[in-house]
């Protein structure tokens, strides 16, 4: 008989670094008003030149891990959602496990981009489901300012760096209620960072051509994104039992405000049960949605017996959602 699974302790780390709107519009040329009424951001955090986003990750876990009354003994499995490895070999999951000063336990990446952390979560789960481990320090971590376009005003602006950490563990009731996860990978061109692998292997040309950096089709993206939220978020709750007016918060992938408004009005959920921190940080990619549920749930907006729901929706293309009890 398969466990519950829930979330047992939560936190993030954010650089100190706050690069404001007038900060980006000294690089490109944008302006705060072109910005904030598009995509309502306002700040983004930057990590310091020597930060990893396996640093950014370890604060985060460590954190976590202490909110769950543990020792990193205690971990069985670390999973990292990132799309900014430290390198592309080791992962960055195993770099954060020396830096942790954790037991030889599994460790590895997951590659699911801004949905990341849900993808995360749902390995992590079936794990704690099955009986195999008792506990699962899942991490989404991202130093995205590596790997934007300083000189692409349409990319650049979104963009910030950061990182959050759940423990997942067995629980008596309530936990994980549901999951929805997807990928439409006929639609892996409209957001990539297209060099760096066998694909495209770094070289001169390369490099001059820039592909080392992220690349987005902004307007097919958003289309693509509202649907496969709201889609993913409606089909999570129907497989949770509960109607839609039980949740009592949403936990979205920060990407844009417009796309966020979008999703939960196609959804039919009202804005002011969506938990949004997307001005203060940007799109943080698989750090988004799990800084958003820490965050959350430290300013009261996520109590016990709430129904919580996460979604997600990043390059890919992927999607996913999750409907918890907490």
Not at 56 to 83: E, H, P, S
Not at 283 to 306: Q, Y
């Amino acid at each position: 008989m398969s466990r519950a699974v829930g979330f047992k302790g939560l936190g993030f780390y954010l650089p100190e670094r706050i690069m404001t709107n007038d900060d980006v519009a000294k690089i490109v040329d944008t302006n705060d008003e072109w910005i904030r009424t598009r995509t309502g951001i306002s700040t983004r955090r930057i990590a310091a030149a020597n930060e990893n986003t396996s640093d950014l990750a370890v604060k985060a876990a460590q954190a976590a891990i202490a909110d769950a009354g543990l020792t990193v003994n205690d971990i069985d499995l670390i999973l990292v959602a990132t799309m900014t490895p430290d390198m592309p070999c080791p992962s960055t999951a195993c770099l954060v496990q020396t830096k942790l000063g954790a037991p030889t336990i599994a460790a590895t990446d997951v590659s699911a981009a801004c949905s990341g952390f849900v993808y995360g979560v749902v390995v992590g789960q079936q794990f704690i489901a099955s009986g195999t481990y008792n506990h699962v320090l899942v991490i989404g971590a991202e130093v995205l300012s590596r790997v934007v376009d300083w000189q692409d005003r349409s990319t650049c602006v979104l963009f910030g760096d950061g990182a959050g950490a759940v423990v997942l563990g067995p629980v008596e009731s309530g936990g994980i209620l549901s999951t929805v996860l997807g990928a439409n990978g006929a639609q892996a061109d409209l957001l990539k960072v297209p060099g760096g692998g066998t694909a495209q292997p770094t070289s001169l040309a390369s490099i001059e051509a820039r592909a080392h950096y992220l690349k987005m089709n902004g307007g097919e993206v958003f289309k693509h994104a509202v649907r496969g939220m709201s889609d993913a978020a409606l089909l999570a709750i129907k497989k949770a039992g509960i109607s839609p007016e039980k949740i009592a918060c949403v936990v979205p992938h920060q990407a844009n405000i417009r796309i966020i408004q979008s999703v939960v009005e196609r959804a039919g959920i009202p804005m002011e049960k969506v938990y949004l921190n997307v001005h203060r940080y940007g799109n943080m990619s698989a750090a988004s949605t799990v800084v958003a549920l820490c965050e959350a749930v430290k300013e009261g907006r996520i109590k016990k017996g709430d129904y919580a729901l996460l979604v997600a929706f990043g390059a890919g293309l992927t999607w996913g959602a999750a409907v918890v009890q907490w």
